[in-house]
Nanobody, 118 residues
């Protein structure tokens, strides 16, 4: 019922910046949590950053101080500003969301590729 479309990925040099966007559409009512996740080749998908309906944010230690998650409720969009990018940030980035007392939606999209390389 909820469709999430990621965009904004690309190729960037170490130390560079990118801003990812995740646009939500469909049955977006009662969304109380949105988050960014990433998956590198051969690795599990892991959480990167999240934001609740109250504005509370959470970050993985590996990105703390470099990434910032934000949300524009009017646009039904969540963003991930990524600064000081490192090669280890290379991954496919996904967003997801949930409603109160439910797990994340089981409908992962194609994600957006972020490649950090010289």
């Amino acid at each position: 019922q909820v469709q999430l479309v990621e965009s904004g990925g690309g190729l960037v040099q170490p130390g560079g910046s990118l801003r990812l966007s995740c646009a939500a559409s469909g049955s977006i009512f009662n969304i109380d949590f949105m988050g960014w996740y990433r998956q590198a080749p051969g690795k599990q998908r892991v959480a990167v950053a999240s934001i609740s309906n109250s504005g509370s944010t959470n970050y993985a230690d590996s990105v703390k101080g470099r990434f910032t998650i934000s949300r524009d409720n009017a646009k039904n969009t969540v963003y991930l500003q990524m600064n000081s990018l490192k090669p280890e940030d290379t991954a496919v980035y996904y967003c997801n969301a949930k409603r109160p007392s439910t797990p994340l939606f089981n409908s992962w999209g194609h994600g957006t590729q972020v490649t950090v390389s010289s």
